[in-house]
């Protein structure tokens, strides 16, 4: 997964909208504890900020993207 | 915003994972609302974001509260210094990040929210799965409660039973649905659950046990589907007199045209090896072909009765001195009587 259009598909396949209207992302549990388990909790708490930055942005920067791809459930492989 | 124990009336509390139904699969991905956890960490340090982040994904892991016991859930969570970890859950339980439930285990609301909605929803696909099975056949089945919406009770009765949420037919029967919703009066999901699968496995035996009967078609179909085959061209084959007759009545040509056209006609399609499903429709576009330059009479175009061709019959026999041998007869007979 190297093209953007394909960051673009993953995360929109794993976000959907709640009754409240706020914005919900499905994250990979396995794919995010085997980064959590290499990182310090100083770390840890960088990595939330800008995934949280990027899934709040309304038009997420490309680096953005590719970093929340990384992260959100692509669904079964 | 967090919660340590949820009501009897809410949502099933699990306490661990061993609460779960064996075959439950583990989840492969949490939801995360972006705003809430914006509000609930963004004014904290970042390790407290880092520890928070890290004990949600060790119950999401485990789909499980963090057990009481400080070391495990220490491992769990990835923090490898006790006195931190220590700390840790002391701060995020004063900021009410999580909760410490009564038996020691660490939760948070959301958490509990989300495995209870995975829990119910896994129950109900699987209970929607059988009760499929069930409604195949067409006489309704006393067993299924149906949706239904009763007033004196609210309908929250029915829109709280997620089984019959799931399994609503609207083609049963509305007295029956009713009365068996009536008799269930709030079903027990494992009696019922049982009850279909012994239903289950005993159509399944059923099937087994009954011999495969194929049921044979009418002689009228074989007749149909013999006739309809293809056939290849014999060894053996001839032109039948019929289809010779034809070329000659319909072609300007020669009957040893039509005998030469025979034999190529035949060593043809001898050599291709095709199957043909009527050989006479078969001679009678290579006699219109355009590549044998035949002319056509005008007027006399005849078709005829298609019969068997590929059984041997009677060939051609035309004689080609047939004219000459009749004039000169005639002329014989004439100067015989002169």
């Known amino acids: ?77 | 915003m967090s919660r340590a124990v949820i009501g009897h009336n809410g949502p099933p509390a699990f306490e661990s994972g061993e609460d779960f139904p064996e075959d439950m699969p583990k989840m492969h991905y949490f939801k995360c609302d972006i705003q809430a956890l914006r509000k609930a960490i963004f004014d904290k340090p970042l390790d407290i974001r880092g520890a928070y982040i890290s004990v949600l994904l060790a119950m999401y892991e485990f789909m499980e509260p963090l057990p009481a016991d400080d070391n495990i859930a220490r491992m769990r969570c990835g923090i490898w210094d006790m006195r931190v970890y220590r700390r840790i859950k002391r701060d995020l339980i004063a900021m009410k990040l999580i909760a410490e439930k009564p038996s020691g285990a660490i939760t948070n609301g959301r958490f509990e929210e989300e495995i209870a909605a995975y829990v119910t929803e896994f129950k109900n696909r699987k209970l929607g799965g059988l009760y499929a099975v069930q409604s195949r056949p067409s006489k309704p089945v006393v067993a299924v409660a149906t949706h239904v919406a009763r007033p004196e009770l609210g309908d929250s009765y029915g829109v709280a039973n997620p089984v019959a949420k799931a399994v609503a037919k609207p083609e049963l029967d509305p007295h029956l649905s009713e009365k068996t919703n009536e008799i269930n009066g709030g079903p027990d999901i494992r009696a019922r659950d049982l009850e279909l699968e012994i239903e289950r496995e005993l159509k399944k035996k059923k099937e087994r046990e009954a011999p495969a009967t194929q049921i044979a078609p009418p002689p009228e179909a074989l007749d149909e589907k013999k006739v309809r085959r293809r056939k290849k061209l014999t060894e053996d084959w001839l032109l039948p007199k019929a289809l010779g007759e034809w070329a000659l009545a319909n072609f300007h040509v020669s009957e040893a045209e039509v005998r030469h056209e025979a034999k190529r006609f035949k060593d043809h399609w001898l050599a291709s090896g095709e199957q043909k499903l009527d050989w006479a429709a078969t001679w009678r576009k290579w006699c219109r072909s355009p590549y044998l330059k035949w002319r056509e009479r005008e007027g006399r175009a005849t078709e005829i009765v298609d019969g068997d061709l590929l059984a041997p019959v009677e060939t051609v026999v035309v004689d080609p001195w047939a004219e000459q041998r009749a004039e000169a007869a005639r002329r014989r007979a004439e100067e015989d009587g002169a």
Do not use: C
């Open chain 1, 1 to 77: 997964m190297r093209l953007d259009a394909e960051h673009v598909r993953k995360i929109a396949k794993a976000t959907t909208k709640t009754r409240k209207g706020s914005k919900e992302i499905k994250f990979d549990i396995a794919f995010m504890t085997d980064a959590m388990d290499r990182l310090n909790l100083w770390e840890r708490g960088l990595l939330m900020q800008a995934l949280i930055k990027a899934g709040e942005s309304p038009r997420p920067t490309a680096a953005q993207r590719a970093l929340l791809a990384l992260f959100v459930y692509g669904g079964e492989k």
